[in-house]
């Protein structure tokens, strides 16, 4: 069973306007984490933000922020203001406490394109 | 700090070559990844290591070997290269409990 799902292969949006990228996993565990990461054309993966399972506030980083509802297990990105560099693939993660190796497992990912 | 460096860029291999992805970290990270990532996919773990000595498997780990003689080098060792091991390939470092530090990554394609 797909541990990380990202039910919205592609998402378009209007400059400066907000957006949300959906997230889904499924884990037994009581101590995970969660990662955002985008992936733009050139392909590098780059950290965006990060929220434990204990952690009561949801994260924020500058104009990221995630939306961690446990008990329905989702941690969707919010991107406020788009940007034109916006433009990337993003990739939901989690990683699970009990295993001691601390990788990551990554979603399939979500294509946005943002539109002037 | 040049961060999580890793070499070649590019290549391509035939099939039944062998080839090993070099990666080098600067940060002191005990713990070093390699993934494999597939068109239109996610990555996926092939194998990690918690520090020097020290390796293990992880999803997709048929085909590859690993070494961690240093805290700072984790090559990547291919051994009689197929079609399916085309993929771009991101090391990746981190301390326990903080987030991984990627690679420019490696595109490989066997033909």
């Known amino acids: 069973a797909q541990k990380i799902t990202q039910t919205q292969p592609g998402m378009f949006v209007q400059e400066k306007e907000a957006v949300t990228l959906d997230c889904t996993y499924d884990?037994?565990?009581?101590?995970?984490?969660l990662f955002w990461y985008k992936q733009p054309s050139s392909g590098e993966m780059i950290f965006l933000i990060y929220?434990?399972?204990?952690?009561?506030q949801n994260a924020t980083e500058g104009r990221y922020s995630l939306n961690f509802q446990k008990a329905r297990k989702s941690a969707n990105l919010v991107i406020s203001a788009s940007q034109l560099g916006d433009s990337a693939m993003y990739f939901c993660?989690?990683?699970?406490?009990?295993?001691?190796?601390?990788?990551?497992?990554f979603g399939s990912g979500t294509r946005l394109q943002v539109q002037p | 700090n040049a961060g999580v460096t890793q070499t070649p860029k590019f290549r391509i291999l035939k099939i039944g070559q062998s080839m090993t992805l070099q990666c080098t970290q600067d940060m002191n990270h005990n713990y070093m990844y390699w993934y494999r990532q597939d068109p239109g996919m996610g990555l996926k773990l092939i194998y990690y290591?918690?520090?020097?000595?020290?390796?293990d498997k992880g999803e997709v780990p048929n085909g590859y070997n690993v070494s961690r003689s240093t805290t700072e080098d984790f090559p990547l060792r291919l051994e009689l290269a197929a079609p399916s091991q085309t993929s771009v390939y991101f090391c990746?470092?981190?301390?326990?409990?903080?987030?991984?530090?990627f690679g420019p990554g490696t595109r490989l394609t066997v033909l």
């Open positions: 884990t037994s565990d009581q101590s995970y984490g």
């Open positions: 993660a989690m990683r699970e406490a009990r295993s001691g190796r601390r990788a990551l497992t």
């Open positions: 929220q434990g399972s204990y952690d009561e």
């Open positions: 290591s918690v520090g020097a000595g020290i390796t």
């Open positions: 990746a470092s981190s301390y326990p409990g903080e987030e991984q530090f």
